[in-house]
Each structure stands twice: as structure tokens, then as C-alpha cells.
């Protein structure tokens, strides 16, 4: 006994805690050259890399200096395990941080790797609210396998803002449901970046996807990458001279430098312009940057990439984990989009909409009779609910039942993904053959017209959605929400008062089911499951709707778009 505590002391002093300031503001910036307001962290964007060792307590103080836009952020791919209240997501886990509103985050850092922060607020972060997140561990496996580290992120970029993009995608006169396409690619949310190579050394290159829509294909002239984890997790390693990163991934890559210093080398990432559905025009459809070996002699002019990528799917996990077996629970999403009563394109999740409830998910756990919580009833219809049992084996299936590919992301766990049909492949029956050892991964693509299958241990109480990666579909509803062991977290979890202040400001109820009804649980009536009409993202003050979007102004905004629908 006397052991074990000595070693949660010495557990208790090595860890830190690492504080951050923030002041969430406008800027101007011009990272491809045309120069546009973008969100930043005290007057600086890019944003702030968030760096910490495994254990450590992360504690972010967040203050709401955008006077016209709502806040929140999520640290994706952190298990926020005990941690509930700290995932991010409005309308879920806390509610809106208003304008001149201050929200602290406070939560282990867990596990290791490379993940990223980001705004998920109502359609915000590709404004530019999103950063990496470097979550070191002294024993991770490949430890010793580098020299120095280097950190990229690729990103789809827009010259518009998302409140004036969000209500012309999700409108009559969109009603195929044609995404704005992305204006630019960015590299380090810049371009023509550089990096300084030393000849011989070995860089461990953590590629983070911090994108809106658009999966990037990233290569290296002439340096074969070796992939040693994905999504945070360390993989068996793995050569390839391109990777596809969808939103929201991460490939851990390592590559060594040539021996001499005679020249210099371009690195691609390229938009995968199969993903757009309009006839747009993208003028920047790749961002270049440069391994610099040599500032004397100059920069390659010229490189005709190979992208022929690796399939993530055959990564094997370092720690060799089996694929989970007898499945306790299992979860069927079959996803689609259909047009509603407006005729807006919208996204459907067994018919079904997401739409945000009148309390937050878990605050809806947290205040419900210990009766009700394991009723998914209580969650209401629109907030796609499935609740799960402590400890259970549980099985995602998502059909995907759309012509587009889709990056499926689940907040609280790196999961199994057991099976991933091809474009067009019958949906999942249970029959196909599944992975023995299942990359483990938090965003996952689903090809078109074809299931992916994961599954995981429900070992991390929580609500967690379960959404598509893609900005654009988040705001058309294609989110479910998972109640992982919600009888776990009643008396566990307390609310912050500083959220709850945040709630008050937001005059957003605290308490009750999903419509706010705390005297009778299984009365859902006014709990929202159709899809308010306008989407202004996170202005707090909405342009005077339906005249707006009827007035010559928003005519402009729209032929300003090019070649938009
Ligand atoms: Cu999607």
C-alpha cells in the first residue's frame, strides 16, 4: 500500500500544468495574399501551437473578444476521460461563450501524439479559429527514431466569411446542397513555407488536417515518408511517397534528409477536387512549400507529384490491440441528405436532422432523474441520440448512402475500424470480412455509397458526437450524439460556474430534458427536431433574415462566389 502511494506522488509531481491566455479576437491576415479578417488568439494568427506532455493538466483560459460572434473550442481527439464538462461542442457540452464572456478549460492531457484545438461553435473555425495540439510522452515508441520534429497544417481556405458562406449553402436556391468551394490551400495557414533541413538528420513530421471540406494530398519530393502513427496512434511503420488526409486527421510521418547539402526540395499538398460538386474556380488548388538544405543554390521550380497515396486502412497498430469481439451494442447511422419543407438541402442521419436541443446534452444527464437517464427519449429525437451501457462493446456502423465521401469523426475515443467498403460496395451485413488487427483512428473516411464499421470499449463516460468532419455538413445536421454510461457521470461531474455563467448570458436552460422540461422528463413537447431556417453561424446579430437573403447585397455576395449555383 505504502508502494503505491509513493508512486501516485511521484505520478502527482512530475506532471505540470500548463496554462494558456486567451484572447479570442480579429485580425487581418493574408496567408495566401488576399487579405480578409480571420479569428485569432491575442492579436496573433496563425493561432498558438498548444504543447504539453502526456498527464499534464491543460488549462485554458478563454476570453470572448469577437463582440460579434459566439465562441467554444474542442481539443480533438483528447479522451476528456472524467472530464465531460471540457469537450467543447455548444449545445452539447456547455453552451455559447458569449461576446465579453470568459469559459476555462481544464483537462489531462490524454492520450499522447498529434491532434489540433478548434472552434466548435456554429460553423466558426474556418475563420481560423483552429490550432495543433502536441501531446508529448518521454516513452512513445518511436522515441528514439528522430532527430528533430516539425509540425505542418494543411487546410482549405476561403475568402469569405462562414456567417455570409453558411446562409447560401443552406438555402432554396442551393437545394442540391452544393458546397462552397474552397478559394485556396493553405501549408502552416501560409504559403510557400520552408523548412530547414540538416543533411542526415531524421524529422518526425506530425501532418495535421485542419481543414473545412476538402481531403489534401500531401507529398515530398523525392523523401519517402515512413508513417508511424495516425490520429495520435503509433502505427507498425509504413513507407508511402503521398498520404490522403482528410479533415480532421493527423499522419505522424518520418523522413530522412539526404546526405549532402547540393539541393533543395519542394512538399506538395493538394485539394482532392473530386470532393467539390459546383464548377468553381480555386485559385490556389495546391499550397507548395520547401525542404531547404541549402539556402545558396534556388528553389525547384518545378514537381510533377506522384500521388499515389497509402491506404490507411492497412495500417497496423503498434500495439498490435485485436479487433474487439461480441459486440454488445451496436449503432446503425445510415446517412443522407434530402431536402426539407424550405427545400434547403439538409443532412439526414436515419431520417433525421441534427438539431441543436434546448439544453445541452450532458447538462441534460447531469440534472435528470437517475430514472431517465438511460432513455434516449430525454435526449429528444433531434439530437440523434443513442445511449450505450457502461463497458459494452459498442459497433458504429455508418451507411453512406450520399455520392460523396464523408470524414466521420467520434469525440472520446481512437476507435476500431473494422471494416471499410470501397465506393459502391454493398452496405454492411455482418458477413463481410473485418479487420484482425484494426487501425485505430478518430476520423475515419466513408466512401460513397458504402459502409466503415468501428467499434470500441464504452469505457469513457461522456457525451460525445458523432459527426461528419466537414463544416458544411455539421451546419446541414449530419451529427448524432453518443451517451456513453450517462449513469457514470450523474454525481461524478459537476458544472463549472463559469459555465454555467456563460448559460445564463446565453439565457440557455441548464436544466431538464432536451425542451427544457424538468417536472416531467418524458415530455419532449417544443424539443427541436426541424431545422431553424436560417443559419448565420455564430453572429450573435443575424442580418434582418428574410430580407437579406432576398436584397440585391446578398445577389452580389452570391455572384462574388464564383460560378456559384
Ligand atoms: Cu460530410
Known amino acids: 500500500?505504502?508502494?503505491?502511494?509513493?508512486?501516485?506522488?511521484?505520478?502527482?509531481?512530475?506532471?505540470?500544468?500548463?496554462?494558456?491566455?486567451?484572447?479570442?479576437?480579429?485580425v487581418e491576415a493574408a496567408p495566401d495574399g488576399f487579405k480578409r479578417p480571420v479569428i485569432g488568439i491575442n492579436g496573433q494568427w496563425p493561432c498558438p501551437t498548444i504543447e504539453a506532455n502526456l498527464g499534464d493538466t491543460i488549462i485554458v483560459h478563454v476570453y470572448n473578444g469577437l463582440v460579434n460572434e459566439t465562441t467554444g473550442i474542442h481539443f480533438h481527439g483528447q479522451t476528456q476521460t472524467g472530464t465531460g464538462t471540457m469537450d467543447g461542442p455548444s449545445g452539447v457540452n456547455q453552451c455559447s461563450i458569449p461576446p465579453g464572456g470568459t469559459f476555462t478549460y481544464n483537462f489531462t492531457a490524454n492520450p499522447a501524439g498529434s491532434f489540433w484545438y478548434h472552434s466548435h461553435n456554429k460553423g466558426q473555425y474556418p475563420d481560423g479559429l483552429r490550432g495543433p495540439l502536441i501531446i508529448h510522452d518521454p516513452k512513445d515508441v518511436y522515441a528514439g527514431s528522430y532527430d528533430e520534429e516539425l509540425t505542418l497544417t494543411l487546410s482549405d481556405w476561403y475568402y469569405k466569411q462562414m456567417p455570409v458562406m453558411l446562409p447560401l449553402y443552406l438555402n432554396p436556391d442551393n437545394s442540391a446542397g452544393v458546397?462552397?468551394?474552397?478559394?485556396?490551400?493553405?501549408?502552416?495557414?501560409?504559403?510557400?513555407?520552408?523548412?530547414?533541413?540538416?543533411?542526415?538528420?531524421?524529422?518526425?513530421?506530425?501532418?495535421?488536417?485542419?481543414?473545412?471540406?476538402?481531403?489534401?494530398?500531401?507529398?515530398?519530393?523525392?523523401?519517402?515518408?515512413?508513417?508511424?502513427?495516425?490520429?495520435?496512434?503509433?502505427?507498425?511503420?509504413?513507407?508511402?511517397?503521398?498520404?490522403?488526409v482528410s479533415v480532421g486527421q493527423r499522419f505522424d510521418v518520418l523522413f530522412t534528409a539526404k546526405p549532402t547539402a547540393t539541393k533543395n526540395y519542394f512538399f506538395i499538398s493538394s485539394i482532392d477536387q473530386s470532393m467539390i460538386g459546383g464548377d468553381f474556380e480555386i485559385t490556389y488548388p495546391n499550397a507548395y512549400g520547401y525542404l531547404v538544405y541549402n539556402p545558396k543554390p534556388p528553389l525547384p521550380a518545378v514537381y510533377q507529384p506522384t500521388f499515389s497515396w497509402i491506404d490507411d486502412f492497412t495500417?497496423?497498430?503498434?500495439?498490435?490491440?485485436?479487433?474487439?469481439?461480441?459486440?454488445?451494442?451496436?449503432?446503425?447511422?445510415?446517412?443522407?441528405?434530402?431536402?426539407?419543407?424550405?427545400?434547403?438541402?439538409?443532412?439526414?442521419?436515419?431520417?433525421?436532422?441534427?438539431?441543436?436541443?434546448?439544453?445541452?446534452?450532458?447538462?441534460?444527464?447531469?440534472?435528470?432523474?437517475?430514472?431517465?437517464?438511460?432513455?434516449?427519449?430525454?435526449?429528444?429525437?433531434?439530437?440523434?441520440?443513442?445511449?450505450?451501457?457502461?463497458?459494452?462493446?459498442?459497433?458504429?456502423?455508418?451507411?453512406?448512402?450520399?455520392?460523396?465521401?464523408?470524414?466521420?469523426?467520434?469525440?472520446?475515443?481512437?476507435?476500431?475500424?473494422?471494416?471499410?467498403?470501397?465506393?459502391?460496395?454493398?452496405?454492411?451485413?455482418?458477413?463481410?470480412?473485418?479487420?484482425?488487427?484494426?487501425?485505430?483512428?478518430?476520423?475515419?473516411?466513408v466512401n460513397t455509397m458504402a459502409s466503415a464499421v468501428w467499434r470500441f470499449k464504452a469505457n469513457n463516460p461522456g457525451v460525445f458526437l458523432i459527426h461528419c468532419h466537414i463544416e458544411w455538413h455539421v451546419e446541414a445536421g449530419l451529427q448524432a450524439t453518443l451517451f456513453e454510461a450517462p449513469d457514470h457521470l450523474q454525481g461524478a461531474l459537476t458544472i463549472p460556474a463559469d459555465h454555467l455563467k456563460v448559460c445564463k448570458t446565453d439565457n440557455t436552460p441548464t436544466v431538464g430534458n432536451a425542451a427544457g422540461n424538468s417536472k416531467n422528463w418524458l415530455d419532449l413537447a417544443g424539443a427541436p427536431v426541424v431545422a431553424p431556417r436560417y443559419d448565420y453561424g455564430s453572429l450573435v446579430t443575424p442580418p434582418a433574415t428574410a430580407k437579406m437573403l432576398r436584397s440585391r447585397a446578398d445577389m452580389r455576395a452570391r455572384q462574388e462566389m464564383s460560378s456559384w449555383p
Not at 426539407?340 to 434546448?358: E, H, P, W
Request: glycine share 4%; aromatic share 12%.
Open 1 to 26: 500500500m505504502k508502494y503505491l502511494c509513493v508512486l501516485a506522488w511521484l505520478s502527482a509531481t512530475l506532471a505540470a500544468t500548463v496554462t494558456y491566455n486567451w484572447d479570442i479576437n480579429w
Open 179 to 244: 458546397e462552397p468551394a474552397p478559394n485556396s490551400t493553405l501549408v502552416n495557414d501560409s504559403q510557400n513555407i520552408t523548412f530547414a533541413i540538416t543533411p542526415g538528420k531524421t524529422y518526425r513530421l506530425r501532418v495535421i488536417s485542419v481543414g473545412n471540406f476538402v481531403g489534401q494530398i500531401f507529398e515530398v519530393e523525392d523523401h519517402e515518408m515512413t508513417i508511424i502513427a495516425v490520429d495520435s496512434v503509433p502505427v507498425h511503420q509504413a513507407s508511402t511517397s503521398s498520404i490522403y
Open 315 to 445: 495500417l497496423v497498430p503498434y500495439d498490435n490491440e485485436p479487433i474487439l469481439g461480441t459486440v454488445d451494442h451496436q449503432i446503425v447511422i445510415n446517412m443522407n441528405f434530402t431536402n426539407d419543407a424550405y427545400d434547403i438541402n439538409r443532412a439526414v442521419i436515419n431520417g433525421q436532422t441534427y438539431v441543436t436541443q434546448i439544453v445541452p446534452s450532458l447538462y441534460t444527464v447531469l440534472s435528470a432523474p437517475a430514472v431517465d437517464v438511460m432513455n434516449p427519449l430525454i435526449y429528444g429525437n433531434g439530437s440523434n441520440p443513442f445511449v450505450v451501457q457502461y463497458d459494452q462493446v459498442v459497433e458504429i456502423v455508418i451507411n453512406n448512402y450520399d455520392t460523396g465521401s464523408h470524414p466521420w469523426y467520434m469525440h472520446g475515443h481512437q476507435f476500431q475500424v473494422v471494416y471499410r467498403g470501397a465506393m459502391d460496395t454493398p452496405f454492411w451485413d455482418g458477413t463481410q470480412p473485418v479487420s484482425a488487427i484494426p487501425v485505430r483512428r478518430d476520423v475515419v473516411m
